[in-house]
């Protein structure tokens, strides 16, 4: 399984829920196992703060692969990418399966 983890931050606080409903596009995706994004509630003293977190578990790398090939990505980055200020993302394999309630 790999898990997909993005970080965003907005320029403009303003732009925050144009920021959200643009990232929730994503959450269609029927190529993921799971999806989700949140608005962070975290905001760390010593480091850039980050406005959303958007957090994806795909099967393998064409998963993962279909989903940022889907048209509803470029939608998204679309709506996103003129109202961000920061993108960090990471994706890493994982043998162990999320855990959920």
Request: hydrophobic share 45%.
């Amino acid at each position: 399984m790999i898990r997909h983890i993005v970080f965003f931050s907005v320029k403009d606080p303003q732009d925050r829920d144009r920021v959200e409903q643009g990232l929730k596009l994503l959450a269609a995706t029927p190529h993921a196992r799971f999806f989700e994004i949140g608005r962070n509630l975290s905001h760390d003293a010593i480091s850039d703060p980050v406005d959303f977190v958007v957090y994806g578990e795909f099967d393998d790398e064409a998963a993962l692969a279909a989903y940022k090939a889907d048209p509803l990505y470029q939608r998204s980055i679309d709506v996103v990418r003129p109202l961000r200020e920061l993108r960090i993302a990471a994706d890493f394999v994982s043998a162990v399966p999320a855990v959920r309630d």
